[in-house]
């Protein structure tokens, strides 16, 4: 018998603002050339800031023209504007022109940072329009509806109809009121984990269906490099995230761009990780640079309203996890990993699937039982304090805190960016522990996991490098002894549970066996060398280690290595 | 950022204590300064003698018993208690602190939560998630972030009679660093800065298990060579506890790692040193902790720190030897016997060249 999944109880949510003129998004694309204006006065001062003298601002401009061109030349991608060379090559030009003697900042240099960061500005920004939001919207809704129903009802009539939804498919589950809640009353910053490239259409769909108006997101360019993402990208209200280009004036340009989007409470989501997940495990470690952009918003918008009573709309950060069985591009993600960290080479990033396979995937995906899991952790203040659904920040003890607090030296509030560095870092600090806590475990996670564990410890003295490389063929778990192992650590993960240490999801209680067989089914489904299988004698065998690697990571910071 | 006008509010100081006495001292030839002792009946003797265990204490120190109006009046505040009764300090004191509150303790110890009713020896494992420094004590239990602490050899006194001396202030925060220079600074007392918070205090806490060794070692009537020897291995061990216990190697070889240990395991005056230095003449710990009027911290954190180095698989060889003697009636003189037998390997095995 399948096990199936309990019925998400939630029928579908009514939008929390109606109309779609009446979202943050909109009224942002609405007066995009100002506002944009704004992000590069803003940047330009920044960076003046952080670079105050002609001496400085010149290398500056210097090493970014010479890390651009270098970047034309090694990494280029299908979605770089063509005139890329030619700017740069003028920018260098005018550089040259510049006069040796330092006589302080001048109209000249200013002119070549105005250059660089207003192209910048609009390379980053995203361009949501109504019209194709909802087409892009509703052309995905149709599309998912019907490959749902033409494989769950085997009757070819059956893909003209609406018995099964998506998120019948796709469960989402958590503090999903709250959120709600949440956006009504503030801004809320959404900072999901991130696997597989599906993530951003996927949360695109989540954020639509519960109601919430579009959020701006920071997606990585190289997804524009997929045609068909690309489309459903810039109209859903993405901006761009390129990380290949790490010199200051971007970097400023991009945090001024989420800055000021959110002071204007435009909803926003980062990826925190900065990249897919490597290694398969959940993010540890997050890139703090936009994640401090929602600090520094926060605090402006207290600055702008000195007096301590003062009405400030506040920013939350909600985390999210999301939980695949199977990761399509998981081959080549820990494939890099291994590289990486066992240091033979390096490769840059690259992707390896075109609009088809993606497709192919996406059709594999609704007609075979693979199953998706979003779930919603409680909302934060930008100091990583709980908050009730008020948007009220608490202490350990429930007593209410004020955020304002935070920001405040000598009865004032106060611009200290080494403080807002070391906020930013324990913000980073909470959403590591709340991804853990609210990380859902499938059945799935959890065989792969044991299997890989068991099979190392075969092996005590090798390293893991040596032991990735020995022949699949030779490796063979006794059944049996799998299940004991399995039952034992299930029921270590139903304590930590019952602590509020982690989750799991309905499929993962029940008989063991039965568990256990649906771990096996769909761990990694779609691979062409399944991470597990049973053999004949009834056996669990692997057919590719790396990959068994790379699901079995997904526990790995829950100490349950020792259980095994 | 530390503007002038944070001068005019006064600086408080939790602990009257021997160290915390000495604190409030040189905060008050600048400051106000408002002195909490959880004793009523102290806070009445200071306020009629003007003295507490021989600190004569300068005209801008008013002592109070009366943690909520502290709180509310001072932004800066400096605890020193001791360990044990530190977090029930915090407890106390918590409904009145705001995220703006600065906090830089001087407590050299561990907190250690327990299940109800076991002592240290009763449970089957100590790790750091029961073991916590003064600063996670002040993030757990309230909403203080603004966070440092104070460390160095900094022997009550000598400060006390205005040596020069020196110390060292860490936190994550530059702004905790700026305030409690500005506060403390003055031209006997230097202030170093250092952003490894947990490393400084670990190093901090771990001198005073040496501290008790070096003790023994004068106890037992030797000399330099045997105290050099004690002092550098002593500091190999720290450096491998506090590794181990989440701090990092730099802060060890600073003011508050070797500075601090130089200075302790050379003082008579110190307490730590005092009971290692009465056990070599044969006392029983029972006895010597009795005549004592202040908490030798140096005690309990053998009990622990052996705990965690078994959970951590850390060698600690001087911190095993000295919980043998303290606990298990091992005599001084057997516990260094073994000590010398050490099968030793390497001097320096910690710096990677």
Same mark, same amino acid.
Do not use: M, Q
């Given at each position: 018998m399948e096990i199936v999944e309990k019925k998400n109880k939630n029928i579908g949510y009514e939008p929390i603002l109606?109309?779609?003129?009446?979202?943050?998004?909109?009224q942002l694309s609405k007066n995009r050339k100002e506002f944009l204006e704004e992000v590069i006065q803003k940047s330009l001062a920044r960076i003046k800031e952080l670079r105050p003298t002609r001496k400085q601002l010149v290398e500056e401009l210097e090493a970014t023209v010479y890390r651009e061109q270098n970047r034309i030349k090694r990494n280029r991608w299908r979605v770089d504007p063509a005139d890329e060379s030619n700017f740069w090559s003028g920018i260098k030009n005018a550089l040259v022109e510049l006069s040796k003697d330092d006589t302080g900042i001048t109209k000249k240099e200013e002119e070549i940072l105005r250059r660089i960061v207003h192209r910048y500005a609009y390379e980053i920004a995203g361009n949501f329009k109504p019209s194709s939001y909802k087409f892009a919207r509703s052309f995905i809704q149709f599309w998912f509806r019907r490959l749902l129903n033409g494989s769950r009802v085997k009757k070819f009539g059956a893909i003209f109809r609406s018995k099964y939804a998506l998120r019948d498919k796709i469960h989402i589950v958590g503090k999903v009121k709250m959120l709600r809640k949440l956006a009504k009353r503030g801004t809320v910053v959404m900072v999901p984990t991130h696997f597989s490239n599906l993530d951003s259409v996927l949360i695109g769909w989540v954020i639509h269906a519960l109601g919430l108006p579009a959020f701006i997101y920071g997606a990585g360019l190289n997804l524009f490099n997929i045609k068909i993402i690309a489309y459903f990208m810039n109209s859903l209200g993405a901006y761009k995230v390129d990380r290949r280009k790490k010199n200051l004036p971007y970097l400023e340009t991009l945090k001024m761009y989420s800055n000021i989007a959110l002071q204007k409470?435009?909803?926003s989501l980062f990826f925190p990780g900065g990249t897919r997940s490597r290694s398969g495990a959940i993010e540890s470690r997050l890139r703090l640079g936009l994640l401090s952009t929602s600090i520094e918003a926060q605090r402006n918008l207290y600055l702008d309203n000195p007096e301590p009573g003062a009405d400030v709309r506040k920013i939350f950060v909600v985390p999210v996890t999301l939980n695949y069985h199977f990761v399509l591009e998981a081959p080549d993600l820990i494939e890099d990993y291994l590289h990486v960290k066992g240091q033979d080479r390096y490769f840059a990033e690259q992707d390896n699937y075109g609009s088809f396979q993606l497709l192919r995937f996406l059709f594999k995906f609704f007609t075979k039982g693979s199953n998706i899991s979003v779930s919603i952790g409680p909302g934060l203040d930008v100091l990583g304090n709980y908050v009730d659904s008020d948007g009220n920040s608490l202490d350990a003890q429930d007593r209410i805190i004020n955020t304002r607090d935070?920001?405040?030296?000598?009865?004032k509030?106060?611009?200290d960016l080494q403080r807002e560095d070391e906020y930013t870092r324990m913000l980073g600090n909470k959403i590591v522990g709340e991804y853990h806590r609210i990380n859902r475990i499938f059945a799935s996670h959890l065989v792969a996991f044991i299997s890989f564990e068991m099979l190392l410890k075969r092996h005590p003295k090798l390293d893991l490098f040596t032991f990735?490389?020995?022949?699949?063929?030779?490796m063979e778990i006794d059944y049996a002894t799998f299940r004991e192992t399995f039952k034992r650590v299930r029921k270590e993960i139903y304590k930590m549970k019952d602590e509020g240490k982690v989750n799991y999801a309905t499929h993962f209680k029940g008989k063991a066996d039965e568990v256990i067989k649906h771990g096996l089914d769909n761990v990694g489904i779609f691979h062409l060398n399944r991470p597990l299988l049973k053999n004949k004698k009834g056996n669990i065998i692997t057919r590719d280690l790396n990959v068994l690697y790379y699901y079995h990571n997904r526990l790995t910071g829950y100490d349950l290595e020792k259980f095994i | 950022m530390?503007?002038?006008?944070?001068?005019?509010?006064?600086? &408080?100081?939790?602990?009257? &204590?021997n160290f915390g006495s000495a604190i409030a001292n040189i905060l008050a030839t600048q400051n106000k300064v408002i002195l909490y002792a959880r004793d009523n009946e102290v806070v009445q003797r200071i306020k009629e003698t003007r003295e507490n265990r021989g600190h004569k204490f300068h005209d801008n120190v008013t002592p109070t018993n009366d943690l909520e109006s502290l709180a509310k009046q001072c932004e800066v505040i400096f605890p020193v208690v001791p360990a044990a009764h530190f977090r029930q300090m915090m407890r106390n004191i918590s409904p009145y602190l705001y995220p703006y509150h600065i906090l830089i303790h001087g407590t050299k110890g561990f907190d250690i939560t327990l299940p109800e009713g076991k002592t240290v020896e009763e449970v089957k494992v100590l790790s750091r998630n029961q073991v916590k420094t003064m600063s996670e004590v002040i993030r757990e239990e309230s909403v203080v972030v603004r966070v440092g602490c104070l460390a160095g050899p900094n022997l009550a006194k000598e400060l006390a009679q205005r040596q020069p001396s020196a110390t060292v202030i860490a936190s994550h925060f530059k702004e905790v660093v700026e305030t409690g220079k500005r506060l403390l600074r003055n031209e006997r007392f230097q202030v170093y800065e250092n952003n490894d918070l947990v490393g400084v205090e670990m190093a901090g806490v771990l001198k005073n298990i040496i501290a008790i060794a070096s003790g023994a070692l004068s106890g037992l009537g030797y000399g330099e060579n045997a105290k050099g020897l004690l002092i550098s291995r002593g500091a190999v061990e720290m450096i491998y506890l506090g590794r181990a216990l989440g701090g990092n190697i730099k802060a060890f070889l600073g003011l508050a790692g070797i500075g601090d240990l130089v200075t302790t395991c050379n003082s008579p005056m110190s307490r730590n040193f005092t009971v290692g230095y009465r056990l070599a003449q044969g006392e029983k710990l029972s006895q010597i902790l009795m005549d004592m009027s202040e908490v030798a911290e140096g005690v309990n954190t053998i009990r622990i720190?052996?705990?965690?180095?078994d959970y951590y698989k850390v060698r600690a060889p001087i911190t095993e030897r000295l919980y043998k003697v303290l606990f298990e009636g091992v005599t001084v003189q057997d516990a260094l016997e073994q000590l010398m037998r050490y099968p030793l390997d390497v001097d320096i095995d910690f710096i990677q060249d």
């Open positions: 109606d109309g779609i003129p009446n979202w943050p998004v909109y409470g435009a909803h935070y920001f405040i030296s000598n009865g509030v106060c611009v990735l490389r020995l022949p699949e063929e030779e | 530390t503007s002038r006008n944070l001068s005019d509010k006064p600086v &408080g100081v939790i602990g009257a &204590g720190v052996k705990k965690c180095a």
